[in-house]
């Protein structure tokens, strides 16, 4: 039997890792892939389960048999998936025992019944202990394959039971080399993607698929330099604004550290690219008003507001706080 082509770039050694495993027979019970959002851990926990399960003698995954196209489509009855109510939602301990009851289930027809359990990390810890049974006694063929942005929200009662697997982003040359080879993405905006997407390989296609992602990010930018124009009092009424919903801030402000590090590193000559490259223009009129020391003080404040999100502060306050770190109009 040959290896087949598990569609996953940029991650070549976790494949490989996965792969040995397989042909070695030392696959584990529980995995748990940790990386950045849209890095790959789904289309990396996809792959493996249908290695695991695709029927073709030859050449595993083929991509072509049965449960090959239904694991991809997301419709195969052993493959289970955890659910939120929201994006900003917890994942409820209600869910994942459910879950765990189908995952204890024989499977249908596949060699593994899998369950892949979608932002793991968003669990509180009274929700993950619900998974610590299925852990300690997973029933015969099941498997589980946890996802998660970060280990710091993961029981360590969870992690020591788990293959831990870090998927780190991958190479903007990569992620250029995938868009232009695989979906015929034309030169120019082929680099300005794979910059944007900081290695996120799956929020680069996304963003072929979905323009608006674009579209919001360029309104986001837009809106740091109208700021960048603006009085004090002005500022605080965006930041009241902006306060109402704290899902779309949390990317806003992703956004705007790219910006700030960008011109960081252009008024100290680093001769590092910058990410937001459609934007060098207006960067490099940035850095010649203000100081690097000044670029880095907004970076530190924007990048302590990111951090601050995940706690009970007070977000318009937070967003006020961080206005009187940015350079003054």
């Known amino acids: 039997m040959s290896d ?27 995995y748990l892939i940790v990386g950045a959002e849209s890095v790959g851990k789904e289309t990396l926990a996809r792959a493996f389960a249908s290695t695991l399960n695709c029927t073709n003698p030859e050449v595993q995954p083929c991509g072509e048999c049965s449960s090959c196209r239904r694991i991809a489509s997301g419709n195969h009855p052993d493959i289970v998936y955890s659910e939120r109510e929201s994006e900003t939602s917890p994942l409820k301990i209600e869910e994942i025992r459910s879950v765990a009851q189908r995952l204890a289930l024989k499977p249908f027809e596949a ?10 990390d968003s669990a509180q810890p009274r929700a993950q202990d619900a998974l610590l049974k299925t852990l300690e ?27 831990v697997i870090h998927l780190r982003p991958a ?34 296609i996304r963003a072929l698929e979905q323009p608006e992602l ?10 740091l330099e109208q700021i960048l124009t603006m009085t004090r009092a002005q500022r ?21 550290q790219t910006y700030w590090r960008d011109a960081l590193l252009i008024s100290t000559y680093s001769g590092i690219e910058p990410t937001n490259i459609d ?15 000044t670029m880095l003080t907004a970076l530190n404040a924007t990048r302590g507001s990111l951090q601050q999100l995940n706690t009970n502060a007070n977000v318009r306050l937070l967003l006020e706080v961080m206005f009187l770190d940015y350079p003054a109009a």
């Open 137 to 163: 006694e997973p029933a015969p063929h099941a498997m589980l394959i946890l996802l998660a942005k970060s280990l710091d929200a993961i029981l360590p009662t969870i992690t020591s039971r788990s293959q």
């Open 236 to 256: 605080f009424e965006q930041a009241n604004d902006l306060a109402k919903d704290k899902a779309a801030l949390m990317t806003l402000l992703e956004l705007w």
């Open 171 to 204: 190479a903007t040359a990569v992620v250029e080399d995938v868009l232009k080879a695989k979906y015929g993405v034309e030169d120019e905006p082929a680099a300005l993607l794979a910059r944007v997407s900081g290695g996120r390989i799956g929020w680069a």
């Open 111 to 120: 060699r593994y019944r899998i369950a892949i359990f979608r932002d793991f």
């Open 279 to 293: 934007r060098g223009l207006t960067l490099q009129k940035l850095t010649e008003h203000y100081s690097p020391e």
């Open 214 to 223: 674009l579209e919001q990010r360029n309104a986001a930018l837009d809106l």
């Open 4 to 30: 087949g082509n598990w569609q996953v770039y940029g991650h070549d050694w976790a494949v490989e890792h996965l792969r040995k495993g397989i042909a070695h027979g030392r696959i584990r019970h529980a």
